[in-house]
């Protein structure tokens, strides 16, 4: 089992840059498919970005592809989402996932994830 914990989220303006992190702690030996979720007020929670364990497949929903990556630091157990060009349709509460799996693929549907974060709040202003 793993615990996650989100930070870096805030209120920016549009075109802002910001970068979130999630700790893993636990049985980080074990091997995590990650990702990112968010959900807005009203709406359903959407898949952001995911990767598997190599970090070497990667998804990215149509809406962010060039403007957010995603990326992993094995040695401090932590996962980064980097959004630049904020615009204020991304605002939501970001949340980060993991799914135990030896396999190399990503995972983009919420439903395959077993580990959550509490989430980050990401804010932009038109």
């Known amino acids: 089992q793993v615990q996650l914990v989100e930070s870096g989220g805030g209120l920016v303006q549009a075109g802002d840059s910001l970068r979130l992190s999630c700790a893993v702690s636990g049985r980080t030996s074990n091997r995590y498919a990650m990702g990112w979720f968010r959900q807005a007020p009203g709406k359903e929670r959407e898949a952001v970005a995911a990767?598997?364990?190599?970090?070497?497949?990667?998804y990215y929903a149509d809406s962010v592809k060039g403007r957010f990556t995603v990326s992993r630091e094995n040695d401090r157990n932590t996962i980064y989402l980097q959004m630049n060009s904020l615009k204020p349709e991304d605002t939501a509460r970001y949340y980060c996932?993991?799914?135990?799996?030896?396999?190399?693929?990503?995972?983009?549907?919420?439903?395959?994830?077993?580990?959550w974060g509490q989430g980050t709040r990401v804010t932009v202003s038109s």
């Open positions: 996932a993991a799914k135990e799996s030896l396999l190399g693929r990503y995972y983009s549907e919420s439903g395959a994830y077993e580990f």
């Open positions: 990767m598997g364990w190599s970090s070497v497949s990667l």
